[in-house]
């Protein structure tokens, strides 16, 4: 059976540091593309970061520069390390782990407030 849990959001006032965390099993983590998404009340679905089997890496640009995307195929984890965030980075971000033949598969997802 799949899993992926996220953990690490939070309250964070804004220009603060959050870093996410989803450990995956049931897979063989090492093959899959990790990405995190965030969905926000009322707002479609958005692809904050990827980053392949390979570790080549992408983000949105609302993102870029302040979000890093890491994984480490030992603890069979993908990581979000957040900084300079801002209000409207707040959201449910929920990791997904997919290949061309197998998932997606997702977490229940991490809440993300930031606020003053």
């Known amino acids: 059976q799949v899993q992926l849990v996220e953990s690490g959001g939070g309250l964070v006032q804004p220009g603060g540091s959050l870093r996410l965390s989803c450990a995956a099993s049931?897979?063989?983590?090492?093959?899959?593309?990790m990405a995190w998404y965030r969905q926000a009340p009322g707002e479609q679905r958005e692809l904050v970061a990827a980053?392949?089997?390979?570790?080549?890496?992408h983000y949105a640009d609302s993102v870029k520069g302040r979000f890093t995307i890491s994984r480490d195929n030992a603890k069979n984890t993908v990581y979000l390390q957040m900084s300079s965030l801002k209000p409207e980075d707040t959201a449910v971000y929920h990791c997904?782990?997919?290949?061309?033949?197998?998932?997606?598969?997702w977490g229940q997802g991490t809440q993300v407030t930031v606020s003053s």
């Open positions: 980053i392949t089997a390979g570790s080549s890496t």
């Open positions: 049931g897979i063989i983590f090492r093959i899959y593309d």
């Open positions: 997904d782990a997919r290949t061309s033949y197998s998932g997606p598969y």
